[in-house]
């Protein structure tokens, strides 16, 4: 058996497969990060699946400080594998694609360009999932992500942001009236009776709308940029049923192929293992 561990900002993700791999995960688990890339830490990340290092012909590890580790624990190989691959190989293997622009949506936003000849690392955003918690628990008090998504879905975001029907007379182009034209551009002009009135659900789904809408516009002139077709959406904050609906719609907006695969938070760990 092998082990991959992926140390992301905000979750450590950890996927137990045959060795060698034969396409089935048989086992994950999902840990909070404490950000320092240890030997303990990498036994933490185990413990969450009952398993230590011993328990493995070798251990893929990728994502933060990783190359910090050494290059065996227990006498048991510590396989380091760039970030850049991971992302790029776990993304197109969970999709099933021949070639994708791969967006990692964690705390920070990275896309890769992976195709059969090797994966490279295109641009990205500060804008990720990280801006989602931090965002939310300033306007309304929480960093939960279950308690964020479900706020979102029941919000509305144009009590927060300014339509095109508002900025412009109407709609421009492939984007309907109702579209947002300026992200929390209402707030601006709100009496202190109306902020007041604001829901933290039409805050959430505010929020929601600006972070989707960031990824979403920059992976599309990305792959646009490289040539690809297909644009792919990994990461835990894609597991939030609201950030999925955003995607969705600016993939409507634009004519898109954006999709997001089964498993998607486990994919960079998953990409270890490929690479």
Do not use: W
Request: hydrophobic share 45%.
């Amino acid at each position: 058996m092998q082990a991959a561990i992926d140390f992301g900002l905000t979750n450590i993700d950890v996927v137990i497969a045959t060795h060698p791999f034969d396409g089935q995960i048989e086992r994950s688990a999902l840990a909070p990060s404490r950000r320092r890339v240890d030997e303990a830490q990498l036994r933490r990340a185990l413990d969450a699946l009952s398993s230590t290092p011993r328990d493995f012909d070798r251990i893929c590890v990728t994502g933060g400080q990783h190359r910090r580790l050494p290059d065996e624990i227990d006498g048991v190989p510590i396989v380091k594998v760039g970030e850049i691959d991971a992302i790029g190989r776990g993304g197109v293997a969970l999709a099933g694609a021949q070639e994708a622009l791969v967006v990692s949506a964690g705390s920070g936003t990275a896309m890769i360009a992976a195709r059969q000849s090797g994966c490279h690392h295109v641009t990205g955003s500060a804008v990720g999932g990280g801006t989602l918690l931090g965002l939310c628990r300033l306007l309304i008090g929480t960093s939960d992500p279950q308690a964020i998504n479900d706020f979102a879905l029941r919000g509305d975001s144009n009590k927060v942001d300014l339509t095109l029907m508002e900025a412009t007379g109407g709609a421009i182009g492939r984007l309907p009236k109702d579209a947002n034209a300026v992200n929390f551009g209402r707030i601006a002009s709100l009496d202190e009776d109306a902020m007041r009135l604001l829901s933290q659900e039409d805050r959430a789904a505010g929020v929601a709308v600006l972070v989707g809408q960031v990824i979403a516009v920059i992976a599309i002139n990305a792959a646009k940029a490289e040539g690809l077709d297909k644009i792919v959406v990994v990461g835990h904050l894609v597991d939030l049923l609201c950030m999925r609906r955003v995607l969705n719609t600016v993939a409507g907006y634009y004519g898109a192929d954006i999709s997001v695969p089964a498993m998607p938070g486990f994919a960079t760990a998953l990409g270890a293992l490929l690479a």
